[in-house]
């Protein structure tokens, strides 16, 4: 796999997709692949049955290498869930060259120590994110790499999760065939992806809604400050209509998606479907405003869950930047009244700027791009003349910022 190349995997409870990236000789990144299968042998996010998530990793990754014509070997995966742990730490390093201008190597010796922490057995770092970097006692530097000094700092967040979950991870992978490049904690990526700086420096919530399960992501004073998982997600919608409707939960699913709707109250009573039972196979019929009343009973719980965990979070329920959502069950009609109704604050859905992608259940594998290319990660074509790399670089130019709008033909 050609190194211009940059591969995503989001595996999630009810889907699993795979992104293909590749960064052009003028300096666009493109997503040129996109490779989606149904999630087998996960719940809640955790992986429950090898072979069968394996299967749906392979089924995922080669839907993405027909559409592009290459053959993937590395991917970086996204990771989510209670198992996953934030920790801040404080790294400080002597610059080491004698012109004592900052360079990479002084940022890798830098963010290794914050590593020194103490861990229990069973858990791992998997990755440390910089908040801000200190350099002889001025701090809130975002890079300070070609800057002089002499003391260097870093406060950053060290991602670590359980052992087992990680092994399993690689296992799965490996069986599929793919070697992990790297492993990105999710929510930071779709914070840096789908907030504003304005809506993390005055206090927002985001809430991405999985499959199986909705992660919170708090933020304040341009930082995240917690998350947490509340293990409930879209396909307890469809369990529901399922139940209620007593029909098959593949057509439950395919009900929600073209009838659904959030909220009763708007909901259309003279749009009318019907549905065949489980046990007699006959033909009965429901209004819009039946399935409403299911899909809003289940949202409002979920909302009032998610105000309840802030509460344990120690976060105001009523942040000042209001709530972000994203995920596939902001798809349903007028959930964003239902969102406004429950939580009583200002509420949007979540979309990376500038990139023309209206899915937010896409949002997971475009926001680990968004995240890589942020960190430099993604290479670019040697025949870019260095003085333009070194200008996008100095102007902080994202090279995500000009993805081509026709993604969204993929959706």
């Known amino acids: 796999?050609?190194?211009?190349?940059?591969?995503?995997?989001d595996i999630g409870t009810t889907q699993i997709k795979a992104f293909i990236a590749e960064m052009h000789a003028d300096g666009n990144l493109q997503i040129v692949g996109v490779g989606t299968a149904k999630s087998l042998g996960m719940k809640k996010g955790a992986i429950v049955d090898l072979d069968q998530a394996v299967f749906s990793v392979r089924q995922a990754i080669?839907?993405?290498?027909?559409?592009?014509?290459?053959?993937i070997s590395k991917v970086y995966v996204g990771?989510?869930?209670?198992?996953?742990?934030?920790?801040?730490?404080?790294?400080?390093v002597a610059v080491s060259s004698e012109s004592r201008v900052i360079e990479n190597q002084d940022l890798d010796r830098v963010l290794q120590a914050?590593?020194?922490?103490?861990?229990?057995?069973?858990?791992?770092?998997?990755?440390?994110?910089?908040?801000q970097y200190i350099v002889d006692g001025v701090s809130e530097i975002r890079d300070p790499r070609g800057m002089f000094g002499v003391r260097l700092e870093v406060e950053a967040m060290v991602l670590t999760?359980?052992?087992?979950?990680?092994?399993?991870?690689?296992?799965?992978?490996?069986?599929?065939?793919?070697?992990?490049?790297?492993?990105?904690?999710?929510?930071?990526?779709?914070?840096?992806?789908?907030?504003?700086?304005d809506e993390k420096q005055i206090g927002?919530?985001?809430?991405?809604?999985?499959?199986?399960?909705?992660?919170?992501?708090?933020?304040?004073?341009?930082?995240?400050?917690?998350?947490?998982?509340i293990p409930m997600g879209g396909e307890y919608l469809t369990s529901d209509i399922a139940i209620v409707l007593r029909t098959h939960s593949d057509v439950a699913e395919e009900i929600k998606c073209k009838y659904g709707c959030a909220l009763a109250d708007l909901a259309n009573k003279n749009?009318?479907?019907?549905?065949?039972?489980?046990?007699?196979?006959?033909?009965?019929?429901?209004?819009?405003?039946?399935?409403?009343?299911?899909?809003?009973s289940r949202l409002s719980e979920m909302f009032y869950l998610v105000r309840q965990q802030l509460q344990y979070m120690g976060v105001s329920d009523r942040p000042s930047g209001g709530f972000v959502l994203t995920g596939g069950v902001m798809s349903t009609r007028n959930i964003l009244a239902t969102a406004q109704k429950y939580l009583g604050q200002p509420v949007r859905v979540a979309q990376p700027e500038n990139i023309g992608v209206n899915e937010p259940s896409y949002m997971g594998g475009?926001?680990?791009?968004?995240?890589?290319?942020?960190?430099?990660?993604?290479q670019v074509p040697e025949t870019i003349p260095n003085d333009v790399a070194r200008s996008k670089k100095q102007h902080g130019e994202s090279a995500f910022s000009k993805m081509k709008n026709w993604f969204s033909d993929f959706i």
């Open 79 to 92: 990771i989510s869930g209670n198992h996953v742990a934030v920790q801040h730490s404080h790294g400080l």
């Open 114 to 131: 914050c590593r020194v922490i103490n861990l229990p057995q069973e858990r791992t770092i998997f990755d440390v994110v910089p908040t």
């Open 271 to 296: 749009e009318s479907f019907s549905v065949q039972t489980l046990n007699d196979q006959k033909e009965v019929v429901y209004q819009q405003d039946n399935l409403a009343e299911i899909i809003e």
């Open 204 to 229: 927002v919530v985001l809430l991405d809604f999985g499959g199986g399960t909705i992660t919170i992501s708090a933020y304040h004073q341009g930082n995240l400050t917690g998350t947490a998982v």
């Open 1 to 9: 796999m050609n190194d211009q190349f940059i591969v995503t995997l």
């Open 62 to 71: 080669q839907q993405a290498e027909r559409m592009v014509g290459i053959e």
């Open 161 to 197: 999760a359980t052992k087992t979950v990680i092994q399993n991870m690689e296992r799965c992978l490996e069986k599929a065939q793919l070697e992990i490049a790297g492993v990105i904690y999710l929510p930071h990526a779709l914070g840096e992806a789908c907030l504003t700086l």
């Open 366 to 378: 475009v926001s680990m791009v968004h995240y890589l290319d942020q960190r430099g990660m993604i």
